[in-house]
């Protein structure tokens, strides 16, 4: 089979994404398929059918006029109070995807575009655009090789049937060039680039069956893109051979990206082939080479990016990144630079040789900062050390000492922040005690409230208590729960207590001197610590001293705060075009402080990166989000934020899409009214989006009534409507709304108010211009003459033929509404006359005449004499022939033919007289003579042929040529035109050129560095009227050199050179 163009032109309409109601495909035949204004037999019900899809076919180019959608008044995927069940949206979406995919991978594998027709038809500023779509990589050479293709060529003898002027075939497949020739038993070359194809393995098959000669070429390659030649004796038949690529997928698609001012911004995609080319837009604008001191472009394998390397509040947008076979499209938001302080550093009371610790933590892991001791630089050193983990930034001091009182102050890098505590030193001081002192207990010392002490979770808590009394007292710590009334005491035994009744709790002895929660003992004070404090540490912990002398006691309350607990997932509600309503509850803890804002972040359902929608906290519990791209699946968590820092993530929402309601529909009118109907049409909405398009609803009211009433059941998907069984008289207004999953569109309403009542319209029949003068059609063909008219209530219609009335058996007859159809299905002379089409409604009528004249071949003239001969020279004479066919008969057509061969020669074509001379005819042989008469409607069947051959004389005198002496215009070979040095790029054809003379023709041999080239299918080596040329390509860096060009005869040779050098493409 050769690779032929389809039969049929497959034409996509892109309406919207693919969800239901998306893509559509339609099949536009060539030739032969009957057109929306032919009607035939039956047709009433046909155009009345269809009467909707030619309306809408004249908006083809925007939108579909049918989508494809689910059962007729379906309201899946609908819930109350405007929500939708996403699960259910999915399923239908993906169920509709892998359909629509099915039929999409088998549509494109029957299609079968031409791409040699589109290049021959397109303007020269269409080539790019149309190399970039069909994935052309030698654009340049193909529009050379185009220009050669020859248009028309002479009949050949050799040849039955030629080689197409060009052939396609996908990359990988096979192709067959077939031809057939007039001898079954001649011998064929087949040539590649001029050079003989011989056999090779599987690669080319050549057959042989009959008259036919065919060569396959299997696993079509680049390398196969060649021009192809069938040589047969003398004679060749020429080709040229395209291979397509495959189209370019993206396999990875774009992902968003939310980056800050000045930040470097890196889009990335992967596509299926390495070194692809693809197409860069932002905001449907092209990104252009010439840009590059913005954008960088970049490709890595199969890998393609797009470089931003400092970003701008203005490069924020949508970025698309194109393919002959794909699309990806990804958000980029440039936000300013913001900082949030989580947590700020607090002042420290430390004794000498403690650790002192400063912490922060801010909202960017990436912020660097220094630390200031009284606005002087800290340097690290062996005792002080800085730290920055991620958010967190530390200043540790070991071995605290008196000069390491001071303001310290942290700057993060970049910007105006200034968080600043104080370092305050205690000095322990113990005056004398007599002896036998009661214990004390000095909270006071501290300088702060005892009542409560809060503690970050994680962090470690030191509660330094200084005591006194003597003898040195038995110091008790205690976590006291509100319980009952036993202490545990330090010899593990349980007795009450003797001051727990104004508790009323249960108390757990601390005495661990090792653990995350331990008691030291010192001399002069205690130590309370606790490593990495929980939730589980808050509560009241009683400190007790005891010595004989007597008691003292302390209660201090830890309060243990945290970040919040993740909220729960945030539901979605109020879905729009590119926005939605993001809704969610507070955490269940928020940490033990208040929770001052919250954090929302969206990602693609496909993607894993999240990308954060707010830099400031969002106070309410509700925020719009927006800039969402229609038919995207995405996601939403949000986090919980207090003074502590932020909370882990909560679940990701259910799936959702942006999508909303179509537009209204367009062009809303009343086609026609009667007594009990209305028919109404219109247009599909001028936006459909990613929804879909479900169907129509039709309402009506009554004048002065607020009651919309449905005028169908259910949804209509066409574009046309009759409203039935309605009153006589009454007046009514109409309205239409769009449907599809995002809900209905605004009504297209009629202003005024339509009266159902028959309206008397006087009858007009409007003839078309063609039925205006003499309707000719020749017998056998099909008439279809289709009148429309007007006229209410529906008028009485006749047909009339030369003043009788039409033979319903003999002729087809179709009326409705609008217009009257006369229909043969093969036309007969007797069908010839004068027509008149007859419009009535009560006492007003209006009628037309129609003149058809069918015709048919003439017969041959009559009574052919051969009137006399002499010289060179025959006369002829006849007469017009009986039968004209209907038609005027418009000329003849005289042919000639010898005695001895009987083949027949025109002499004179279109011969409008009865009699003519032949002349030139040869001296002693015999010639018959034929006539056809000819009109409109062809030639006529059979001719009139003389009886008797005309015989020519010959004369007795012979003719004797002169004899001249033969001059020698032989000469050695010499150039008249040198070769050109020439520096070309990489991958383009490219020719070298010289001219050359000599007697006889020489024979020309061409060299590369002094090898030859004639065996080498790289290069073609071309001679026409002395000029020589050859073709090198698709050259590389290795074809560069010295090439020559010899010219060699018996008288003599002669030799010429040139260099060439290839450059790599930049």
């Not at 006029?65 to 109350?80: D, K, L, Q, R, Y």
């Not at 995919?101 to 079968?112: F, H, T, W």
């Not at 004796?233 to 001012?261: A, N, R, W, Y």
């Amino acid at each position: 089979m050769t690779a032929t163009v389809a039969q049929a032109e497959l034409r996509w309409e892109h309406a919207a994404p693919p969800v239901p109601g998306g893509w559509q495909q339609r099949a536009h035949p060539r030739r032969g398929a009957p057109q929306l204004g032919d009607r035939a037999p039956g047709g009433g019900e046909q155009v009345e059918e269809h009467q909707g899809v030619r309306e809408g076919d004249r908006l083809l180019a925007s939108q579909p006029a049918f989508p494809v959608t689910g059962p007729t008044g379906s309201t899946e995927g609908h819930e109350e109070g405007g929500e939708f069940n996403f699960s259910a949206l999915l399923k239908k979406r993906d169920s509709f995807l892998r359909s629509a995919n099915r039929g999409e991978a088998k549509s494109e594998s029957q299609s079968d575009v031409d791409v040699w027709e589109i290049l021959r038809k397109a303007p020269p500023s269409e080539y790019e655009k149309i190399a970039f779509q069909y994935g052309i990589t030698d654009l340049r050479g193909m529009l050379k090789r185009l220009k050669r293709i020859k248009k028309e060529e002479k009949k050949s003898t050799a040849f039955l049937k030629k080689l197409d002027p060009a052939y396609q075939v996908d990359k990988g497949q096979k192709i067959k060039l077939m031809v057939e020739v007039a001898n079954p038993d001649a011998d064929v070359k087949w040539l590649k680039n001029g050079q003989e194809i011989q056999m090779s393995g599987s690669k080319y098959i050549f057959e042989a069956v009959g008259n036919k000669r065919v060569l396959t070429i299997n696993h079509c390659s680049l390398a196969d893109d060649a021009a192809y030649e069938c040589v047969v004796g003398e004679e060749k038949s020429f080709t040229e051979l395209f291979v397509k690529e495959p189209p370019i997928l993206i396999t990875h698609p774009l992902e968003d990206q939310m980056v800050m001012v000045g930040e470097r911004v890196e889009f990335e995609c992967e596509v299926s082939e390495e070194g692809a080319t693809v197409k860069w837009e932002k905001d449907g604008i092209e990104l252009t080479r010439e840009e590059t001191f913005k954008y960088r472009f970049k490709k890595d394998g199969k890998k393609q990016y797009l470089i931003i390397n400092e970003s701008t509040k203005e490069d924020s947008g949508h970025y698309t990144v194109k393919t002959n076979g794909g699309v990806s499209v990804a958000e980029l938001i440039v936000q300013e630079k913001k900082l949030e302080v989580y947590q700020s550093i607090a002042d420290l009371t430390v004794k000498a040789r403690d650790q002192a610790v400063f912490k922060c933590e801010v909202s960017d892991e990436n912020v660097k900062g220094i630390w200031l001791k009284n606005g002087k630089e800290l340097v690290p050193d062996e005792r002080i050390k800085i730290s920055h983990i991620g958010r967190i930034h530390k200043l540790t001091i070991e071995d605290v000492t008196p000069a390491d009182e001071a303001d310290y102050s942290f700057i993060p890098q970049g910007f105006a922040y200034n968080l600043s505590a104080k370092l305050q030193f205690l000095e322990v001081k113990i005056d004398f005690v007599p002896r036998e002192e009661p214990p004390k207990i000095h909270l006071d010392c501290l300088g702060q409230s005892p009542d409560t002490i809060v503690v970050v979770a994680g962090n470690k808590l030191r509660l330094d208590v200084p005591v006194s009394g003597d003898p040195t007292p038995t110091v008790i710590w205690q976590k006291v729960n509100k319980k009952s009334d036993l202490v545990r005491s330090n010899d593990d035994s349980m007795t009450p207590s003797e001051n727990s009744s104004d508790l009323n709790t249960v108390s757990k002895l601390l005495f661990e001197s090792e653990g995350r929660v331990r008691v030291e003992m010192h001399e002069d004070h205690c130590v309370f610590i606790i490593e990495g404090a929980e939730k589980e540490d808050e509560g009241v912990y009683r400190v007790i001293l005891k010595n004989p002398v007597g008691e003292d006691k302390a209660d201090i309350t830890v309060k243990v705060i945290d970040v919040p607990d993740p909220p729960e997932a945030p539901k979605i509600s109020n879905i729009g075009e590119d926005y939605c309503t993001v809704q969610w509850e507070p955490p269940k803890y928020d940490g033990g402080q208040p929770v001052l804002g919250y954090i929302l972040e969206r990602k693609k359902k496909k993607s894993y990166r999240w990308m954060r929608l707010n830099f400031d906290l969002l106070k309410e519990l509700t925020y719009e989000a927006k800039r969402m791209i229609e038919g995207v699946i995405y996601e939403m968590r949000i986090y919980a934020v207090n003074c502590i820092g932020m909370s882990r993530p909560s679940p990701a929402s259910q799936p959702f899409m942006p999508i909303a309601p179509p537009s209204e529909p367009t062009h809303f009118t009343v086609e026609d009214v009667s007594d009990s109907t209305v028919a109404l049409k219109w247009r599909p909405p001028e936006r459909i989006g990613a929804g879909g398009l479900d169907g129509y609803i039709v309402e009506y009211c009554k004048d002065g009534s607020t009651e919309w009433i449905p005028a169908l059941h259910g949804l209509t998907e066409r574009t046309s409507a009759l409203i039935k069984d309605l009153v006589t008289g009454d007046k009514l207004h109409f309205r239409i709304k769009a449907i599809n999953l995002a809900g209905e569109s605004g009504p297209a309403i009629i202003k005024e108010p339509i009266t159902v009542q028959e309206v008397l319209q006087r009858p007009k029949i409007w003839l078309p211009r063609h039925l205006r003068q003499t309707l000719v059609k020749k017998v056998g063909e099909t008439i279809n003459i289709v009148i429309p008219f007007q006229g209410k209530p529906r008028p009485k219609i006749i047909w009339m033929k030369d003043g009788q009335t039409l033979d319903s058996k003999d002729v087809g007859i179709r009326n409705s509404n609008t217009d009257t159809i006369l229909f043969i299905r093969k036309a007969e002379l007797r069908h010839s006359g004068a027509y008149e089409v007859t419009l009535q409604i009560e006492n007003m009528t209006d009628k037309v005449a129609i003149t058809m004249q069918i015709i048919d071949k003439p017969g041959p003239p009559q009574n052919i004499k051969l009137i006399d001969v002499w010289g060179f020279n025959a006369a002829l004479e006849w007469t017009p022939p009986q039968d004209d066919g209907n038609a005027q008969i418009l000329g003849y057509t005289v042919q000639k033919a010898d005695k001895k061969t009987m083949e027949w020669y025109t002499v004179f074509d279109h011969y409008r007289r009865t009699n003519c001379i032949v002349s030139d005819l040869i001296m002693g042989n015999e010639y018959f003579f034929r006539i056809f008469s000819e009109n409109l409607c062809g030639l006529s069947e059979t001719a009139a042929t003389t009886k008797n051959p005309a015989y020519i004389q010959k004369t007795g005198t012979t003719y004797k040529p002169p004899s001249y002496k033969e001059p020698d215009f032989s000469e050695p070979p010499k150039f008249t035109h040198p070769l050109v040095n020439r520096s070309v790029i990489a991958g383009y054809n490219t020719t070298l050129s010289c001219a050359v003379r000599g007697i006889p023709k020489p024979k020309i041999f061409w060299y590369k560095n002094k090898m030859d080239l004639s065996g080498d299918a790289k290069y073609r080596m071309f001679s026409k009227q002395g000029v020589l040329t050859l073709e090198i390509r698709k050259p590389t860096p290795f074809d560069g050199g010295c090439y020559t060009c010899k010219a060699v005869n018996e008288c003599g040779e002669a030799e010429i050179e040139c260099r060439l050098d290839v450059r790599a493409p930049q």
